[in-house]
């Protein structure tokens, strides 16, 4: 059983299209979390969720849009897709608010072209 | 705003030669400090953490210091081996802005030479 899976892996698209991630956990964490993974390996975390709530939204572009519809999945939808959007996206969970192991998903390497 | 410092970005060493990376953090009420790992095309994975109630914790060839008057934190592995080689992330929690999030270093690429 996989404990953070998103979806999809691998996400090719043009510029100005309108993509969603998905992520889901079944560990039963309240907190979720999206990070960003640039070219020169940088984690940056873009958003964080807690009980379905907005906590956290770093200085990211309003084309970023979390939803939470539940506290097992926190998707990202991105439109207007740019160059520089391309990156690989993580999703995490933590039990709490950050002060526990953060446990990822395998990442979705997204390629804007 | 918080900020975690890692060094060296790279680091090469000989099997079996110990390898340490060394990371600095702003916020002095930060009390959660992981390191993870991850692999070339693979997700971080935590290998080892420590709270600010600890100053040393060790975990067969993996230890970490922690030294909070100076903010510094250090991840060190001894006898290193091929499969050791991975790219290696410090973070640190920060507390003043009462936020639930990981702030991370940089990254230290680790290559592991046979």
């Known amino acids: ?113 | 705003g918080e900020n975690v410092e890692q060094h060296p970005s790279t680091l090469s060493v000989q099997e079996g030669d110990s390898a340490v990376i060394k990371c600095t953090y702003s916020d002095s009420a930060s009390n959660y400090f992981p390191w993870y790992k991850q692999e070339l095309g693979k997700r971080p994975q935590l290998i080892i953490d420590i709270r600010s109630n600890v100053g040393e914790k060790k975990d067969q060839r993996i230890a970490v210091t922690l030294n909070k008057t100076a903010k510094h934190f250090s991840l060190h592995i001894t006898e290193t081996q091929p499969e050791d080689s991975a790219v290696y992330f410090c973070a640190a929690s920060p507390r003043s802005s009462n936020t639930g999030k990981l702030i991370f270093g940089q990254g230290t690429t680790l290559q592991v030479k046979p």
């Open chain 1, 1 to 113: 059983d996989t404990a953070v899976s998103q979806t999809p892996k691998y996400l090719v698209t043009q510029m100005g299209n309108d993509k969603s991630i998905k992520c889901e956990q079944n560990l039963g964490h309240d907190t979720m979390y999206w990070y960003k993974q640039d070219s020169k390996k940088f984690l940056k975390i873009m958003f964080s969720y807690n009980n379905k709530e907005l906590i956290i939204n770093e200085t990211v572009p309003n084309r970023f849009s979390p939803k939470s519809p539940d506290k097992a999945h926190l998707n990202l939808h991105i439109n207007s897709l740019e160059l520089g959007d391309s990156a690989v996206y993580f999703c995490a969970s933590s039990q709490d608010d950050g002060s526990t192991e953060a446990f990822f998903g395998q990442g979705t390497r997204l390629t804007v072209v």
